[in-house]
Nanobody, 125 residues
Framework: QMQLVESGGGMVQPGGSLTLSCTAS????????MSWVRQDPEKGLDWVAA???????YYSDSAKGRVTISRDNAKNTVYLQVRSLRPEDTGLYVC???????????????????WGQGTQITVAS
């Protein structure tokens, strides 16, 4: 019943920008902290950003300055704005729900209890 559906990815030239959306259904979205992670064949699973139910954002060191995470609880949607895109930003961007009262690292897959299918960002000339 519950779903996380991402959209907004695509192919973009270096220096461009994209805004990703993740729309949730089947659960009380407002009660959950949400994250964006990137899956890449070479880099593996990279955590990008998280936003708490109180809309406090957190960013990885690599995301700081170029990324903005936000949420609209009325629309059950979390967004990821990525600016000044670089080839190394290429990957499958996945929306993930953090399990309630689950402690751990943002980089640990076990922190999350639900995942979307992802939306691909490809940065290339």
């Amino acid at each position: 019943q519950m779903q996380l559906v991402e959209s907004g990815g695509g192919m973009v030239q270096p220096g461009g920008s994209l805004t990703l959306s993740c729309t949730a259904s089947g659960f009380d979205f407002s009660r959950y902290e949400m994250s964006w992670v990137r899956q890449d064949p070479e880099k593996g699973l990279d955590w990008v950003a998280a936003i708490t139910r109180y809309e406090t954002p957190y960013y990885s060191d690599s995301a700081k300055g170029r990324v903005t995470i936000s949420r609209d609880n009325a629309k059950n949607t979390v967004y990821l704005q990525v600016r000044s895109l670089r080839p190394e930003d290429t990957g499958l961007y996945v929306c993930a729900r953090r399990g309630i009262n689950i402690s751990g690292s943002y980089y640990d897959k076990d922190l999350y209890d639900s995942w979307g299918q992802g939306t691909q960002i490809t940065v290339a000339s």
